[in-house]
C-alpha cells in the first residue's frame, strides 16, 4: 500500500479521535469481557480435566437411602478377586467446614484429605507430595495449600490448626509445610494429614474408610468391572472415570448457556456500535469521501484509506482486549468472573487461576470481530464513494 | 483543448420523466482560453462543467478534453485523467476542515506514486502561486473565507493542472474577495492555464478577465460572446 495513504489512514484516526475513542472503549469492553470470560471458563476446565485424568479408573462408596455412608475396608478384598485390578485401596477424605468473624462469617470449606507412603489412589499431584513430604506426615503435621493457609492465618492460626471432631474434641494440628504445587483450585483448599490424623478429624471410625478406589490397567476392562463390583454389593455407588468427566462437562456445558448469553451481549453491543456507524455516516465524513473523489481519488483509494483506518481500530481493540483480558484473568486472578463460573455449594477458599488458552476460540473471535466490523463499517463508505461527487462542486 | 458536439445530459426524475439539463450542446475552447459559463441556477453551466470535468458522463453526444475522449472512457480512466489534467475550485472551497492547508493542497496527489519530497515542492509551488504559504500549517478550519478560497485555487494547482475549473467561486464572497480572486485568476491566466469559470456574478461578467463568454439557458447555448 501506498505510504501516504496509511499516513493519510493514520492522521484521519487522530483526527476523529474524539468519535474514534469512544468506538475504540466501546469495543474493548465488550471484546474484553466475552475474551475474560473464555479464558476463565477454559483455564478451569483444563484445570479440572487434567486433576481428573490421574485420578483412579472406579470410586466405590456405599449409599443407604441414597445418601453416601462410609464404607468397610473388608471389601477391599473381595472386590481385589476380580481379574484385571491392579490394585484397590480405602481413602479417607472429607470436608472440614471452618467459620470465623475474621472472614466475616462467611465459611469455607477445607479439604482433608488422609494421605500414606506410596499412596496413589488421589492423583499423581498428590502422590508426589506424599513421596516428598512424608516425614511432615509421619509427625503428624499437615501440608497445606497457600490459599487455604491464608485463610486460616485469617483466624489467628498460624503455625497450626484447632479441628473440632464430630464429638468436639479439639485437635492440635502443626502446618509442617505450605505447599504452592498443587495448582488446581481443589489443591488449594486442601489440608493433607496423615490418614490416622484424616479419621479422626472426620470422625471415620476404624475398620472404614470415605470410599475404595480401584486401579484398572486396561480401560476397556474398567465397564465390565464396574458391573461385577455392583453385583457383589448392590448397596455401592460404582463412579468411573467417565462419569466424572461427564459430571463436569456437564458443568460446563451448563456454564455455556453463560456463555451464548454473554455472547448475545457481546454481539449486540458490537451491532449497535457498528449500526451506529452504518446508519449513516457523518455529514463530514461524507463530504470528505466526495472532495477526495472529486479532486481525483479512485474508489478504490477511499476504501483503501478507510479500510486501514477501520482495521487499525477494531485490531488494536481487539488486541488490547486480550491482553486486558489476560491481565485480569491470570494476574488479578478473574474478579467477579471466577464466581460466576466456579460456584459450588461447598464454598472453598480462593485459589488461583492458571493461564491455559484455547488459541483457536480467541482467534475465532478476532476474525469474527474484525471481519464483521469491517464489512459492516466498509459498505456504507463504499456506498458514499460510488455517488457522484458533483454535488461537492456546489 | 476542448471540443464539444451535440452533448445531451438527461436525467430521469423518480416519476421516471425524463428532465433535459443540457441540450444539444457544441462548444470548442481553446488552450489558454479563460471562459465563462453565464446563466441562472438551472440553466445546466453546473452540469455542463461536470461533464468537462469527467465527474458526470454525457447521455449523448462527445467531448474531447486535451485529446482524451471523456465521454467514451471508463470512470476510473476520468477520474485518473481529472487528477492528473484538471484543477477543480469548489463553490464551499470544499476544504477538509481538521487537515493542515498543506495537507489539503497535496490531497489530490495523495494516491499517487510521486515522492513524499516532490509532493511537498508541488505544494508548496502551488500555495506560493496561490498566496497561501505563509499559512501552511494552519488548519483549514481556522482560515478566513479568503484565505480557505486560495487554499482551494493551491489545491486545484498543486499537479500544475492544463484546464482549471471554477464552480460560482464567487459565490461565498464580497465584492473585495472576488476581485482578489479575479487578480488570482488573472495571475493563472498568465501561467496560460485554461480557464473555465461558471458564475452569474456580474463582478465576475464585468471584469476583463475572460476571452469568451458562453450564455447558458434551460440547458441549450444561446449565445457565445
Known sequence: MNIKLLNYA????????????????????SVSLLISSLFTAFSLKTMVLKEISSMPEITVQKVLGGRTELIEKDKIYEIQQIKGISSVKERVWGYYYFQHRRLNNEGVNFTIVGLDLYMDEYKDSLSNVALK??????????????EAYDTIKKGYFEDFFHFYTPEGEKIKVDVGMVI?????????????????????????????????????????????????????????????????????????????????????????????????????????????????RAVGWKINDI???????????????????????????FIFDAPIIKNIFYSSSESLPPFTMVPNIEILQILGIIAVSVILYLALVLIPIWRSAIIDPSESLK | MIKIENLYKIYETPSKEEQI????????????????????????????????????????????????????????FSTIFRRDHIGNIFQKYNLIPDLSVTDNVIAPLIPTDISYQKLIEQGTRAMKIANIYHKKDN?????????????????????????????????????????????????????????????????LFKSDLFTKVVFLDKGKIYDIN
Open chain 2, 21 to 76: 439539463a443540457l441540450d444539444n450542446i457544441n462548444l470548442d475552447i481553446e488552450e489558454g482560453e479563460c471562459v465563462l459559463l453565464r446563466g441562472h441556477s438551472g440553466s445546466g453551466k453546473s452540469t455542463l462543467l461536470s461533464i468537462i470535468a469527467g465527474i458526470l458522463k454525457p447521455s449523448k453526444g462527445f467531448i474531447e478534453v486535451d485529446g482524451a475522449k471523456l465521454s467514451k472512457v471508463p470512470d476510473n
Open chain 1, 133 to 146: 513430604y512424608y516425614d511432615v506426615l509421619n509427625d503428624g503435621k499437615m501440608i497445606i495449600g497457600k
Open chain 1, 180 to 292: 504452592d504445587e498443587l495448582e488446581s483450585f481443589e489443591g488449594s483448599s486442601m489440608m493433607i494429614v496423615s490418614q490416622e490424623v484424616a479419621q479422626k478429624i472426620l470422625g471415620v471410625k476404624d475398620g472404614y474408610a470415605t470410599d475404595i478406589v480401584v486401579k484398572i490397567p486396561n480401560e476397556t476392562e474398567i465397564d465390565n468391572i464396574k458391573d461385577q463390583i455392583i453385583k457383589l454389593y448392590p448397596d455401592s455407588r460404582v463412579i468411573t472415570k467417565d462419569d466424572i468427566y461427564s459430571a463436569y462437562n456437564g458443568m460446563f456445558e451448563f456454564k455455556n448457556g453463560f456463555f451464548l448469553a454473554l455472547f448475545l451481549i457481546y454481539s449486540f453491543a458490537l451491532f449497535l456500535l457498528i449500526f451506529e456507524k452504518s446508519s449513516g455516516l457523518g455529514e463530514l465524513e461524507k463530504k470528505e469521501i466526495a472532495t477526495l
Open chain 1, 303 to 329: 476504501i483503501k484509506v478507510k479500510f486501514t483506518e477501520h482495521f487499525i481500530l477494531i485490531f488494536t481493540s481487539v488486541v488490547s482486549s486480550i491482553l486486558i483480558s489476560y491481565i485480569v484473568v
Open chain 2, 139 to 203: 488548519l483549514a478550519k481556522n482560515l478566513s473565507g479568503g484565505e480557505q478560497q486560495r487554499c482551494a485555487i493551491a489545491r486545484a494547482m498543486v499537479n500544475d493542472p492544463k484546464l482549471i475549473l471554477a464552480d460560482e467561486p464567487s459565490a461565498n464572497l464580497d465584492p473585495e474577495l472576488t476581485q482578489q480572486f479575479i487578480q488570482e485568476m488573472h495571475k493563472l491566466k498568465e501561467l496560460h492555464k485554461t480557464i473555465i469559470i461558471a458564475s452569474h456574478d456580474d463582478i
Open chain 1, 10 to 29: 493514520l492522521s484521519s484516526i487522530f483526527r476523529k479521535k474524539t468519535k474514534n475513542l469512544i468506538l475504540f472503549f466501546g469495543l474493548l469492553f
